[in-house]
């Protein structure tokens, strides 16, 4: 039985000939997010003492509320990573190129027009949260705070198109370097900022100065590589790529972005429904769990780009063999992930915040414990629903998991708070979302 479960444990991480890099880029995915874990879990106690808990709740909606601005083209990555990782596997590098600019054009041309709105945007979320100008004092420093924020907006959808091109190349351990080395800069400024007294628009200009830094990265490591990708006008792709980006997958990827958006925005609900101080408690009590999710969540991600490359050559029966053998440990990670936070959760927040300011509720980490176990769980036949273009089926399963989680969440609210949530998630899945995700591994040739 051991020689047989390493056996298959190797098979596993093979990939079918792509041990070396894939092996590369777990390894460098882990070590980014380890970094991630550190700094986001280092900084909340931080935040939390320097900003206070009103105002570290309102930066915790200011993300939430920019990562739901996505909507409008974040749809389009689906489509985007399918078709550079196909060019990629059939090495037509000049349709990469083409590909790559017009991506890049879309996507920074939508942050430009949205930012022309982040005020009104964010003084709504403001007035929206329960706080008001008056406790908010809405001087100078707030309107600069939502300037910053806009211009770290644009900063992200232009480095964003650069991780995906990286990524869909099978070039993920360069990309998570140069986004360590921007993650750094990010940490070591606001450390500094917020230790000599700055407030909120400092933490906001020390995310922008990261990305950027990390944009510079990728632009030099293209240009040092021989990509040949860099922007360009003459290389344009313009409506040709265009067709090509919004063609018959994108409105499958299009309900996907939405829905996922949508499964991400609880801080942001629970801001408007209670808020700023109750999504600060949220923040807290689910922060944890969703690093955790993001770390299982790396292993079907980085593995996305290679089964995209299996499935244009058409190794269907290497996949499915892929897929079998992985679901097991992905089920196996996300019990003992979930039953070491149930019992572990609230002395860690203690320990992370101070008893203070931990929330005191024993039940919110059960139920946070939980849902964090069905979300993990049902990531890895998602992914490979993604990968494969099986967009039908998985909108379905997702769409009425976005739609079963809010309805029971806004119902059970008035009674049991931001617990709800998480109490909705589990009831969504148990009855029904989690079988159906289970479902989608089941592949076959074709796309729907």
Request: glycine letters at 12%; a positive charge; aromatic letters at 12%.
């Amino acid at each position: 039985m051991r020689v047989i479960s390493l056996e298959r444990v190797a098979s596993f991480i093979k990939l079918g000939g792509l041990a070396p890099q894939f092996s590369f880029a777990i390894t460098t995915g882990y070590a980014l997010m380890g970094l991630n874990l550190l700094i986001q879990l280092g900084l909340v106690p931080l935040y939390i003492q320097k900003l206070g808990k009103v105002q570290f709740g309102m930066l915790m909606i200011i993300f939430s509320f920019m990562n739901f601005a996505a909507l409008g083209v974040g749809w389009l990555s689906g489509g985007i990573a399918r078709l550079l990782g196909e060019h990629a596997a059939r090495q037509d590098h000049e349709q990469l190129a083409k590909t790559y600019i017009t991506a890049k054009v879309l996507y920074v041309g939508y942050a430009v027009v949205v930012v022309l709105l982040l005020g009104v945007i964010g003084a709504i979320s403001f007035v929206l949260s329960g706080e008001g100008p008056a406790s908010l004092k809405w001087d100078d420093s707030v309107w600069l705070s939502i300037g910053i924020a806009a211009l770290y907006f644009i900063a992200q959808y232009d480095f964003a198109i650069d991780r995906i091109t990286l990524v869909a190349m099978t070039r993920q351990p360069a990309a998570d370097l140069i986004q360590m080395v921007g993650l750094c800069v990010t940490a070591l400024f606001v450390t500094t900022w917020l230790v000599n007294g700055g407030g909120m628009a400092g933490v906001l200009g020390g995310y922008l100065l990261g990305t950027l830094m990390a944009r510079i990265g990728s632009w030099r490591y293209m240009k040092q590589t021989g990509l040949h990708i860099l922007p360009s006008l003459s290389r344009y792709g313009g409506m040709d790529s265009w067709k090509k980006l919004v063609g018959i997958t994108s409105g499958g990827y299009f309900i996907y972005g939405v829905t996922l958006l949508a499964m991400q925005a609880d801080t942001m609900v629970v801001g408007w429904l209670g808020g700023s101080a109750l999504a600060a408690e949220f923040t807290l009590v689910w922060k944890i769990p969703e690093v955790i999710i993001q770390l299982i969540w790396r292993i079907p991600g980085a593995l996305e780009p290679y089964i995209i490359r299996l499935d244009t050559l058409g190794r269907y029966e290497r996949i499915q063999d892929i897929y079998k053998q992985g679901l097991g440990w992905m089920l196996g990670a996300s019990v003992l992930a979930s039953v070491m936070y149930a019992l572990l959760g609230h002395p860690f927040v203690m320990l992370w915040v101070g008893t203070a300011q931990a929330p005191s509720s024993q039940l919110a980490y059960v139920f946070a414990a939980l849902a964090m176990f069905w979300l993990c769980a049902v990531r890895w036949p998602a992914g490979f629903a993604h990968a494969t273009v099986r967009l039908r089926q998985l909108n379905w399963v997702a769409g009425l998991e976005v739609v079963g989680k809010l309805t029971i969440a806004l119902m059970l609210f008035p009674k049991l708070g931001y617990t709800a949530f998480f109490i909705a998630i589990s009831l969504v899945h148990f009855f029904g979302a989690f079988w159906m995700y289970l479902r989608l591994g089941t592949y076959s040739k074709g796309r729907t």
